[in-house]
């Protein structure tokens, strides 16, 4: 059974850095396609970050791109978010998603962790 479970969030004033973490059991991150959402309250679900199963590629969107890095630890089965330079745009619900491919769209991952909460004041 593959089971994700985030740790890492909390509150930081903007400018500030921190780092999520999505530790995930019950398949090899080195085949599946690992992703990091965010929601915030009465906004669509968009994705921040995405690691692709084949050569550990990375794919960021304009709105975090030089300021989030996707990372994983292979001997600990553990993806990471690194968050720089935060801003109180970026606060939201933070999710990682994984499955065998990357998409856009939140709605094509399988696999989710049970997300945790960035705050991120002025």
């Known amino acids: 059974q593959v089971q994700l479970v985030e740790s890492g969030g909390g509150s930081v004033q903007a400018g500030g850095s921190m780092r999520l973490s999505c530790a995930a059991s019950?398949?090899?991150?080195?085949?599946?396609?690992l992703a990091w959402f965010r929601q915030a309250p009465g906004k669509e679900r968009e994705g921040v970050a995405y690691r692709y199963p084949i050569g550990d590629s990375t794919y960021y969107p304009d709105s975090v791109k030089g300021r989030f890095t996707i990372s994983r630890d292979t001997a600990k089965n553990t993806d990471y978010l690194l968050m720089n330079n935060l801003k109180p745009e970026d606060t939201a619900m933070y999710y990682c998603?994984?499955?065998?491919?990357?998409?856009?769209?939140?709605?094509?991952?399988?696999?989710w962790g049970q997300g945790t909460q960035v705050t991120v004041s002025s």
């Open positions: 998603a994984a499955g065998p491919a990357c998409f856009a769209s939140w709605d094509r991952y399988k696999y």
């Open positions: 019950g398949y090899s991150d080195s085949t599946y396609c």
